[in-house]
């Protein structure tokens, strides 16, 4: 399959738990895109990057949100000390560019904060 | 800041019917594009429109880009129930193509058998 896969696919954790999801991309692609959705709406834009740069991170994302794509392949997104308004469904994507190209999705890591 | 808006935010309709979703942007956008959520899953990609008053069709969908570049539509004829899901438009805004995707909220579809 040469698709975006994520990791884990359901994460249950207690409040004030740190989690991390993996993403990869499909390998050719040097944009990857992080997106929240919750119930009924939209992908709200996290973060992404190009190559391994991250080039944009959402003015709405605490401090306890960091994404990383150290050799510009694979990328993880970590959150500290999570809280109960965390539960989402986290949405990876990557890109061969910018906006004139196509975004491809992962199937997601939906996570739930007890 | 640049939005993206989407009407309606919900539509049912009688297998048959047919559907329209309405795009509108706050600026002037490079492209568009558009995609589905299907219930359970993840959006998957439809159709990029880039130039002003572009009409595409996809068999029973027809998508328009307006001649402004600001607003888009895509309609559905003869709905089925395969056509249940949400739809998303997406566009880049300003000039370039390196810029990222602004999201609208989606048009969820449900369709009666």
């Known amino acids: 399959d040469t698709g975006v896969s994520q990791d884990p696919r359901h994460k249950i954790t207690k409040r004030g738990q740190n989690v991390t999801f993996r993403c990869d991309p499909i390998?050719?692609?040097?944009?990857l895109y992080w997106y929240r959705q919750t119930l009924g709406q939209g992908p709200e834009f996290l973060t992404y990057?190009?190559?391994?740069?991250?080039?944009?991170k959402s003015r709405l994302l605490s401090d306890r949100f960091s994404a990383e794509r150290p050799k510009g392949s694979f990328s993880t997104l970590e959150i500290q000390r999570t809280e109960q308004g965390d539960s989402a469904m986290y949405l990876c994507?990557?890109?061969?560019?910018?906006?004139?190209?196509?975004?491809?999705f992962g199937p997601g890591t939906r996570l739930t904060v007890t | 800041g640049q939005q993206v808006m989407q009407i309606p935010q919900y539509q049912h309709v009688q297998e048959g019917e047919d559907f329209t979703t309405y795009c509108n942007s706050s600026?002037?956008?490079?492209?568009i594009q558009w995609y589905k959520q299907r219930p359970g899953g993840h959006p998957v990609f439809l159709i990029q429109?880039?130039?002003s008053g572009e009409v595409k069709k996809q068999k029973r969908l027809t998508f328009q880009f307006g001649e402004a570049k600001k607003n888009s539509s895509l309609h559905i004829t003869a709905t089925q129930t395969t056509d249940v899901g949400t739809y998303f438009c997406?566009?880049?805004?300003?000039?370039?193509?390196?810029?990222?995707?602004?999201w609208g909220l989606g048009t969820s579809l449900a369709v009666n058998p």
């Open positions: 994507a990557s890109s061969l560019g910018g906006g004139a190209y196509e975004q491809y």
């Open positions: 390998s050719e692609h040097n944009r």
């Open positions: 990057f190009q190559n391994e740069a991250q080039l944009e």
């Open positions: 600026t002037t956008l490079s492209n």
């Open positions: 429109l880039v130039k």
């Open positions: 997406a566009g880049s805004p300003g000039a370039g193509n390196n810029r990222k995707l602004i």
